[in-house]
C-alpha cells in the first residue's frame, strides 16, 4: 500500500505502446501506477522498470478487461495495492479490421467486449471508488477514427465513438463530486499496431494528416498527464484529438 499518500493511477493496457508512455509519464509526475496487461509478462516487466526509475511503486497485473468480473477484481486489486484510486485511464484496446461484408460476429463482438465494454466496467468500479472519495480524474482513450470513421474499421469506429458517448455521459454524472472524466483520440501514432503497416499504406495515410508525419505515444502521454493533474481541474466531458490535425 502507498504509505507517501502519493496519488495512485490504474491504466489499462499498460504493457506496451501508448499504454506503457502513459505509465512513465506518470510516474514521473510522482504517481504510483498500476496496469493491466493480457499477455506479454517481459513486456509487463519493463513498464515496472521504467516507473520504478521515478522512484514510485508500481505493479502489473494480469488481466482480460473485456469480462465484468475481471474489471471487478483489478479495480479492487488496484485499490488493495494503492489504498485509493486517483486517475483511470482506459486504454486497452485491440482492433479486428475488415470490411463490413466480410466481418464475422467474432470480430465485432472482441472489439465491443474490450474497447467499450471494458471502459464500461473500468468506469464503474472507478466510480463506486472516486464517488466515496470526492476526487478522481477518468481519462479514456478513444481514437480519431471515433470521430471521423475509417473504411475497413467500423467495429473499431464504433467502439471508440461509444468511448466518447460515454465520456460526455459519465461527466455529467460525476462533476457535482467535482470527479473529471474525459477523452483523447489519438490519430496516427508509432506504436506496434502501426508498425506492421505497408509503407505504401504509412504514405497513404501521411498524406491524410495535415502535419505530414506520424505522431509518438509521448504526445498522447502528454495530454493524459494534463488531464490527470490539477491544472485541468475544470475541463470535463471534453474530446481531444491528438492527430496532427486528421480531424480537422
Known amino acids: 500500500m502507498s504509505?507517501?499518500?502519493r496519488k495512485v493511477a490504474l491504466v489499462t493496457g499498460g504493457s506496451r505502446g501508448i499504454g506503457r508512455a502513459v505509465c512513465e509519464r506518470l510516474a514521473a509526475e510522482?504517481?504510483?501506477?498500476?496496469?493491466?496487461?493480457?499477455?506479454?509478462?517481459?513486456?509487463?516487466?519493463?513498464?515496472?522498470?521504467?516507473?520504478?526509475?521515478?522512484?514510485?511503486?508500481?505493479?502489473?497485473?494480469?488481466?482480460?478487461?473485456?469480462?465484468?468480473e475481471a474489471c471487478s477484481r483489478l479495480a479492487a486489486q488496484a485499490l488493495e495495492l494503492g489504498g485509493r484510486l486517483d486517475v483511470l485511464?482506459?486504454?486497452?484496446?485491440?482492433?479486428?479490421d475488415g470490411l463490413i461484408i466480410r466481418m464475422s460476429d467474432e470480430d465485432l463482438n472482441a472489439v465491443i467486449d474490450t474497447n467499450l465494454k471494458g471502459a464500461f466496467y473500468m468506469?464503474?468500479?472507478?466510480?463506486?471508488?472516486?464517488?466515496?472519495?470526492?476526487?478522481?480524474?477518468?481519462?479514456?482513450?478513444?481514437?480519431?477514427?471515433?470521430?471521423?470513421?475509417?473504411?475497413?474499421?467500423?467495429?473499431?469506429?464504433?467502439?471508440?465513438?461509444?468511448?466518447?458517448?460515454m465520456t460526455k455521459?459519465?461527466?455529467?454524472?460525476?462533476?457535482?463530486?467535482?470527479?473529471?472524466?474525459?477523452?483523447?483520440a489519438p490519430g496516427m501514432i508509432e506504436t506496434d499496431m502501426t508498425g506492421c503497416l505497408s509503407e505504401a499504406a504509412?504514405?497513404?495515410?501521411?498524406?491524410?494528416?495535415?502535419?505530414?508525419?506520424?505522431?509518438?505515444?509521448?504526445?498522447?502521454a502528454g495530454l493524459v498527464a494534463f488531464l490527470?493533474?490539477?491544472?485541468?481541474r475544470y475541463i470535463t466531458g471534453q474530446v481531444i484529438c491528438v492527430d496532427g490535425g486528421m480531424a480537422i
Request: proline share 1%.
Open 3 to 5: 504509505v507517501d499518500k
Open 228 to 232: 490527470a493533474g490539477e491544472d485541468s
Open 123 to 165: 468506469m464503474r468500479e472507478a466510480s463506486k471508488i472516486m464517488l466515496k472519495q470526492k476526487s478522481g480524474r477518468i481519462i479514456n482513450i478513444s481514437s480519431v477514427v471515433g470521430v471521423i470513421g475509417n473504411a475497413g474499421q467500423v467495429n473499431y469506429a464504433a467502439s471508440k465513438a461509444g468511448v466518447i458517448g
Open 169 to 184: 455521459s459519465l461527466a455529467r454524472e460525476l462533476a457535482s463530486r467535482k470527479i473529471t472524466v474525459n477523452a483523447v
Open 89 to 96: 485511464v482506459n486504454n486497452a484496446g485491440i482492433t479486428r
Open 202 to 220: 504509412k504514405a497513404k495515410i501521411l498524406d491524410s494528416i495535415p502535419f505530414k508525419e506520424m505522431g509518438c505515444a509521448a504526445d498522447v
Open 30 to 68: 510522482g504517481m504510483d501506477i498500476i496496469f493491466n496487461y493480457n499477455n506479454g509478462e517481459q513486456a509487463a516487466e519493463e513498464t515496472l522498470a521504467l516507473c520504478k526509475k521515478h522512484g514510485v511503486n508500481a505493479f502489473g497485473i494480469k488481466a482480460d478487461i473485456s469480462g465484468s
